[in-house]
């Protein structure tokens, strides 16, 4: 099966300026996640998505960050205007439900993130 | 609220040799799962191996098992026979119980180097 797409690949931007990525999950994986990693860090969550609804954005920075999940497929997050603490690793994650830590049968998959630096 | 620790931000081993990585997590949940992912540089995480807790037998996928020790709440995974491509990061995950279901909660990683 083909795993989870995202681009850029790599994206360089100056602060204050606006950025967005996108993930395509795998195909029939119900629930999405973006997830942020700060070089030396393990990822964090940043929002949940189940079909086209969100789940959890608790950590998500409202005032700058967005997301969406049209049609429950693709999905977007944006950074507007980003600032230079968020140069970080952008990960998108799918799997088929939401049992808990993705259950034992439905574990994450990830996509290769984003590397995004902001100068 | 969950909590996962790896103590180890670096390790390294021989090629051909074994080498174990810690990890601690705290909980009030009496069955539930961990894992372990795997970082290399291309930056996908890919899913090593997982173990649920109500599980007796540690869990084990080739080279990789895992020593789990449920009271103390330790979850260390060993890699025998250890490869050039296992170098890479290594992040132990526990789900977030406490806030939406589903999505996974991961200590800060071990960087393990394999030596020729």
């Known amino acids: 099966e083909a795993g989870v797409a995202q681009s850029p690949r790599y994206k360089i931007i100056e602060k204050r300026q606006s950025v967005a990525f996108w993930c395509n999950p795998i195909s029939g994986h119900a629930t999405l996640y973006w997830y942020q990693q700060i070089l030396g860090q393990g990822p964090k969550l940043l929002i949940q998505?189940?079909?086209?609804?969100?789940?959890?954005d608790s950590q998500l920075p409202k005032d700058r960050f967005s997301a969406e999940r049209l049609k429950g497929v693709d999905s977007t997050l944006k950074i507007q205007p980003a600032k230079l603490e968020d140069s970080a690793v952008y990960l998108c994650?799918?799997?088929?439900?939401?049992?808990?830590?993705?259950?034992?049968?439905?574990?994450?998959?990830f996509g290769n993130g984003t590397r995004l630096t902001v100068t | 609220a969950q909590t996962v620790t790896q103590s180890q931000p670096e390790m390294s081993v021989q090629e051909a040799e074994t080498v174990t990585l810690s990890c601690t997590y705290d909980?009030?949940?009496?069955?539930?799962?961990l894992f372990w992912y795997k970082q290399p540089p291309s930056r996908q995480m890919i899913l090593v191996i997982r173990q649920e807790a109500y599980k007796q037998q540690n869990a084990t996928e080739n080279r990789f098992s895992v020593n789990f020790q449920k009271a103390a709440k330790s979850f260390s995974l060993k890699i025998s026979d250890s490869q050039l491509g296992d170098a890479a990061m290594y992040f132990c995950a526990f789900p977030n119980y406490g806030g939406s279901q589903g999505n996974l909660i991961f200590g800060k990683g071990t960087k393990l180097s394999v030596k020729p």
């Open positions: 909980t009030s949940e009496s069955d539930y799962y």
């Open positions: 998505f189940q079909n086209n609804g969100v789940v959890d």
């Open positions: 994650a799918s799997s088929l439900g939401a049992k808990p830590g993705g259950s034992y049968n439905s574990p994450l998959h």
